[in-house]
């Protein structure tokens, strides 16, 4: 044989020599050597190995000694052990760690192939035929830790295990395992076990299998999803949850599940997650649900059927820069999460809303295009409205007045700028019961609308912006509504008149604005200038009466017996409506207020200064209509908001009417100053108060969980427990007021709370209640508690009261691995206990 190294120093043992330097050894024939050493097929690869400690060579060329810290890479295979043997003759190799000053084994192996690792007392290995043999095994694989007492290791890297156990703990002495005789690992595929039982804390449990097959893929994998089983007293005995689990592809999965309960309810599921890289991601899920309570004889006997479906699509912005495709659909019937409860979020929600649109634009072009599907419903009142389709194509502002080749500044006439935009609906509202309803169809209401904006903007004076701008819109029906009295009956009647017709309107208006600045300076004490910046604007805008006959808007008809004639219009009940009636020239005033201050802040080092808002907004506004006959001026508006302390947000809403009104809550021609000496009377007051003290949303990232775990998470992370987070506190505060003249005033007042605290490093504790203070009574409150038990976690869910009352509680294994081995008790809202 031939050894090429470099040699520092030599032992004093006649058989062996020695060496204390990072080495390659490169086995060959040569005839030099005798030939009991020569091996009858040469090692494929090189054999690279180094030790801190020492390396000793055999005389015979047949064995090396490697020692402390020491390690061997062969092809994929890396070993680090304490004390490694290579014997050449019989090509196997032995590692073991050695006993440190106390006696306590030190340097133990560590076996490495691939994307495999092992950490053992004791590892014997055959070069030729790639198996192995090792003693105390303990090998992880993603989040599965596997520990053995014998191990066997075949040349496509299966494993055999004897007396084995299977946990997902990553403590040395697990608090929980899987306990087998026999334990198969096929890597990339499955673990398979013979009979095993279930030990907590060393405790033998009576949970036992007769085998066991645990999945061992990295990602997603397909699999029967098996269903949690319980009682309910109103239900029935049931199996929730189970089906099966498509997840063979990187672009999409599917979960298929349901329940079913033994007096007769059931529910299907499916839901999907779909993602192609670079291009468009999203899901969509689907249910479907029976309910019955109660005996069919009995005459609270119910049966519901519910369904409802998500549908949420996104496209990455760089797949087609100029166009865009979006979804976000929920949909489904008024009743759906009442029967079946699922989250505090979706039984409180009262409103859903559906998007389905696409979007271009044109490059160098002012051109853009829309085109959409909406929805909207209340579950409470069961109003629906859908939009199928509504489309909108727009021109952006341009200045046709504009030079080309523009010296100097633009003269005023070159600021003109005009813009396009069309609109075309079609939308039906009605109940959501009467939605399929063959009648329903006649209930669409359709239509296209153009409007041409035309404004421009200039300075006056240097500090006044003026801006006067003209509306034209017309709208263009293929039907209008005529009325007609009937004497007989004593009925007025609506016709629906077929035919083109189009609805013409313009306005003018302009307005000034300006901004005061107020600045006060202080060379001493923390505040170092308070500013005061005052918005003052006014305007005018001016539209004739659409109502006269040469518009052809309006139409005149007898309503009652004694004659009283009507004017209308014949574009009443129209998706857009028509062109208003009455003359209008109005005067617009509005007045804004902010207030802000400079606190000087010491440091060690130096004085900071430090920006405060003390008002952002108290604004006033209103309008004076000259071409009206009485009641001239509008309803006052007046309203606040600021931000106390970057966490306290204050808002204040109020309108005040300037005349007074009859019983029957009808503004009267007489103001207030002349029938009370007021200036106005206070119509109505809202205030609100959000407090806030929430830790900023961070993005999660993590080493154990797969991409779309983590996807997940970052998208959703209330459905998660951050332990991390010490606490989560939100307190709002919400009151209004109506003032009534012939009835009792109105007040409502609601407060309510939520969030969670991290008791200790392993306890936090959720919460979310309120009180109505009109009802006298709490609102929906629930209150969770979450136990991080290292490789189980601990959960209960409790609403206490109302209708939605139920619990949940449930012990579990983190790992997603063993997500079936749990203790759930799930009583829902239909248990009377």
């Known amino acids: 044989m031939l050894l090429i190294g470099h040699y520092v120093s030599y032992g004093q043992s006649p058989d062996t020599l020695s060496m204390k330097q990072t080495d390659t050894l490169i086995v060959k024939k040569d005839t030099l050597i005798a030939d009991s050493l020569t091996l009858a097929d040469d090692l494929k690869s090189k054999v690279k190995y180094t030790a801190d400690d020492s390396i000793v060579y055999a005389i015979d060329g047949k064995k090396i000694f490697l020692y402390g810290h020491a390690e061997i890479t062969y092809e994929d295979i890396n070993l680090k052990a304490d004390y490694v043997e290579i014997n050449y003759e019989t090509r196997t190799l032995t590692a073991h760690g050695v006993p440190d000053s106390s006696g306590k084994m ?26 192995g043999k090792i003693s105390e095994i303990t090998t992880k694989d993603g989040d599965k830790y596997i520990h053995g007492e014998t191990v066997k290791k075949e040349p496509d890297n299966t494993t055999y295990i004897r007396n084995g156990y299977f946990t997902t703990c990553d403590l040395p002495h697990p608090h929980y395992f899987i306990f087998s005789k026999k334990i198969k690992i096929i ?21 036992m299998i007769p ?51 033994s007096r007769g309810s059931w529910k299907g599921f499916l839901s999907s997650n779909y993602a192609n890289r670079y291009h468009y991601n999203g899901n969509v899920s689907l249910s479907y649900s029976k309910t019955l309570i109660g005996d069919r004889e009995l005459p609270d006997f119910s049966l519901e059927k519910d369904f409802f479906i998500t549908w949420n699509h996104t496209q990455d912005p760089k797949a087609r820069p100029n166009s865009n495709f979006s979804a976000n659909v929920n949909a489904g019937t008024s009743t759906n999460f009442r029967n079946t409860l699922s989250t505090a979020n979706n039984y409180l929600t009262n409103t859903f809303s559906s998007y389905i649109g696409y979007s271009k634009t044109w490059v160098g072009k002012p051109y853009s295009f829309t085109s959409s599907l909406r929805h909207s419903q209340n579950s409470i ?65 359709y239509g296209l609308q153009h409007s041409i904006p035309i404004s421009t903007s200039f300075t006056v004076a240097k500090f006044f912006t003026v801006t006067p701008s003209f509306n034209y819109n017309e709208r263009w029906y293929l039907k209008t509504y005529e009325k007609r009295y009937i004497p007989g009956n004593d009925s007025l009647v609506i016709d629906t008149i077929s035919g083109f017709k189009a609805a013409r ?30 918005t003052p604007s006014i305007g005018f805008s001016w539209r004739p009466d659409f109502s006269e006959d040469k518009w052809k808007a309006y139409k005149s008809t007898q309503v009652d017996s004694i004659g009283t004639i009507q004017r209308y219009s014949i574009y009443d009940g129209t998706i857009f409506g028509g062109p208003g009636s009455g003359k209008s020239s109005l005067l617009n005033f509005s007045l804004d207020n902010s207030l802000e201050m400079k606190i000087r802040q010491q440091t060690d080092t130096a004085v900071n200064i430090k920006k405060v808002k003390v008002l952002e907004s108290l604004s006033l506004a209103g309008n004076y209509n000259f071409a009206a006959d009485s009641l001239k001026l509008s309803i006052i508006s007046v309203a606040a908001r600021t931000i106390v302390f970057e966490r306290l947000n204050l808002s204040l809403s109020s309108s005040f009417d300037p005349y007074v009104v009859n019983a029957l809550e009808v503004r009267q021609n007489k103001t207030e100053w002349e ?13 609100s108060a959000d407090f806030s003290l929430t830790n900023s949303k961070k993005q999660y990232s993590s080493k154990k969980g797969v991409g779309n775990e983590l996807d997940d998470i970052n998208k959703n992370p209330e459905d998660y427990i951050d332990y991390s987070i010490p606490i989560n506190l939100s307190l709002h505060y919400n009151y209004s007021f109506q003032n009534n003249v012939n ?14 605290v991290k008791v200790t490093d392993n306890w936090k504790v959720n919460f979310a209640s309120g009180y109505d203070f009109n009802q006298k009574d709490i609102s929906y409150t629930s209150l969770g508690i979450f136990r ?15 209708f939605a009352a139920n619990y949940f509680f449930q012990i579990n294994v983190k790992s997603s691995i063993l997500q079936d081995l749990k203790l759930t008790k799930n009583p829902d809202r239909f248990d009377r206990r």
């Open 211 to 261: 085998f066991g097959f645990f999945p061992n893929h990295k990602g997603r994998t397909s699999g029967i999803l098996f269903p949690s089983y319980g009682e309910s007293n109103q239900l029935g005995f049931y199996l929730k949850n189970g089906g099966y689990y498509y997840g063979n592809s990187d672009k999409f999965d599917l979960a298929l599940t349901g329940d079913i309960f």
């Open 675 to 687: 029938a009370n000496g007021k200036l106005a009377r206070l119509r109505n007051v809202n205030f």
């Open 505 to 534: 309107d313009f306005g003018f208006s302009t307005s000034m604005s300006t901004r005061v600045f107020g600045l006060k300076q202080f060379r001493r004490g923390k505040i170092a200038a308070i500013r005061h910046v005052l």
């Open 381 to 445: 009142t069961r109003d629906i409205s859908i939009s199928i389709p509504s489309a909108s194509f727009s021109v952006g502002r341009f200045s046709p007045f504009q030079s080309k080749s523009q010296i100097g500044a633009a003269k005023w006439y070159e600021k003109i700028g005009v813009s396009y935009s069309a609109t075309l609906l079609n939308t039906i509202n009605t109940k959501d019961t009467l939605l399929f309803k063959k009648e329903s169809l006649d209930r669409f209401q």
């Open 106 to 131: 030190a340097g133990l192996p560590v076996f490495k192939q691939g994307s495999e690792e092992f950490n053992s007392d004791n590892i014997r290995y055959n070069f030729d035929t790639k198996r």
């Open 187 to 207: 890597p990339n595929n499955k673990v398979v076990t013979g009979p095993a039982d279930l030990f907590i804390a060393d405790v033998p449990t009576p949970l």
């Open 788 to 802: 991080d038990l290292h490789c189980w976690e601990m959960r209960l869910n409790w609403v206490p009261f109302g």
């Open 743 to 756: 009835i009792a005033d109105q007040t409502t007042q609601v407060f309510g709370f939520s969030g969670d």
